[in-house]
């Protein structure tokens, strides 16, 4: 079965730049998440949606940063515009129901510069 | 202060030896409980979900006390293949909350 994919895998964009982070859940979960690590911080969870419905954006930093989850199958978040600050890894994972175990994807090393 | 709290560490610790690591978690409402396992420049994957009469799965077993708010999770016999940041999980109604982690590393 595929896991959750996430793209790209790698970014380095120079600040000012807008960000767009892609995630495609695995079939089936109704709960998607965004996080967020760094070596400072951890694992931060930044929003999380229920049913493609947005339950919890309080961990998301500011305005720059957004998330949309169109249907099912596919979620993004934006950062718009970057900062080097928002260099960090940014994981997506899902799981059938918010209280289940949750699945990683690879993560997006995201760089600005 | 942190709703999920673990020890840094790191640990280090010779192959074969027993280890131990606590998580303190300050939501008394918390239902579920996780241990996940991250290894450098990866992401985080389950490790065993902590049941409230403890369960065990191999060299590993976790534990919940309810009372003093804190899972732990033991490894025995520890391998090189251990070696890893390990992250406890508390979960509340729709708030999935990770500690920082702890790192062991298991020396030859």
Not at chain 1, 44 to 54: A, G, Q, R, S, T
Not at chain 1, 75 to 91: G, H, N, W
Not at chain 2, 37 to 44: L, N, W
Request: aromatic fraction near 10%; charged fraction near 20%.
């Amino acid at each position: 079965d595929a896991g959750v994919i996430q793209s790209p895998r790698h970014e380095v964009t120079e600040m000012g730049q807008e960000v767009t982070l892609r995630c495609k859940p695995i079939s089936g979960h109704n709960s998607l998440f965004w996080y967020r690590q760094t070596m400072m911080r951890g694992l931060e969870l930044l929003i999380y949606f229920n049913n493609n419905v947005p339950i919890d954006d309080s961990g998301m930093p500011e305005d720059r940063f957004s998330a949309k989850m169109p249907n099912a199958s596919f979620s993004t978040l934006k950062i718009q515009p970057s900062e080097p600050r928002d260099s960090a890894v940014y994981f997506c994972a899902s799981s059938r129901e918010s209280n289940q175990p949750q699945h990683f994807g690879d993560g997006t090393r995201l760089s600005i510069l | 202060r942190k709703e999920v709290e673990q020890d840094p560490g790191p640990f280090n610790v010779p192959e074969g030896a027993t280890v131990a690591f606590n998580c303190t978690y300050s939501n008394s409402a918390s239902q579920s409980f996780f241990w996940y396992r991250q290894d450098c420049r990866k992401e985080p994957k389950l490790l065993m979900s902590v049941y409230s009469s403890g369960n065990e799965d191999g060299r590993f077993t976790a534990q919940l006390n309810r009372a003093s708010q804190y899972i732990s999770l033991l490894i025995r016999d520890s391998k090189l293949s251990d070696s890893a940041t390990y992250l406890c999980v508390a979960y509340n109604n729709n708030d999935m909350r990770f500690g920082a982690g702890t790192r062991l590393t298991v020396k030859p």
